[in-house]
């Protein structure tokens, strides 16, 4: 008999937590080394779709308090058991091209109704949501744009717009 290891992740359930669903072919992805995220002084922790803020010495932290157009979704993170990320100490990146992903990494805390089609999305630190997508206010950057509000099960459609 051989060695078998048990899955932890449920394969029959589809996992939305970053399903790109149009523009993959225009994607750039780059790797970027993993900053210290200042809530912990720890080494940030990014799960796929989630977003990071790239800073001025190249390292990729959690968004600040004020939207910045540095800020890119994560395509592999250091949160998860990939194999590859955690050999290369980094994250990575889609810096380029428009695209569209379904999720269930956003703002939770702003009413679902809020989320209609065509709002204007970007990343800043709310409480507990450093990392994913809430609404743009007043001169929020805007990094991405709602295509379906989210469903009964949580799920959103989100078009990149900015890398």
Do not use: C
């Not at 899955?7 to 523009?23: E, M, N």
């Amino acid at each position: 008999m051989e060695n078998m290891t048990p899955l932890s992740a449920d394969l029959t359930k589809p996992d939305y937590s970053f399903d790109i669903v149009r523009g993959l072919e225009s994607l750039v992805r780059v790797d970027k080394s993993i900053g210290i995220d200042p809530a912990t002084t720890k080494t940030a922790l990014f799960s796929e779709g989630q977003w990071g803020k790239l800073t001025d010495t190249g390292a990729v932290v959690p968004a600040t308090a004020t939207a910045s157009a540095n800020t890119f979704p994560i395509f592999a993170g250091n949160a998860s058991g990939r194999s590859d990320v955690h050999a290369t100490g980094m994250v990575t990146l889609l810096m380029g091209g428009r695209f569209i992903y379904k999720t269930t990494q956003y703002d939770t805390s702003v009413a679902a109704a809020s989320y209609v089609s065509g709002a204007p999305l970007t990343v800043k630190a709310v409480v507990g949501f450093d990392r994913v997508p809430t609404l743009a206010a007043g001169a929020d950057v805007v990094l991405a744009r709602v295509v379906t509000p989210p469903t009964a099960a949580g799920v959103m459609e989100i078009e990149v717009v900015r890398p």
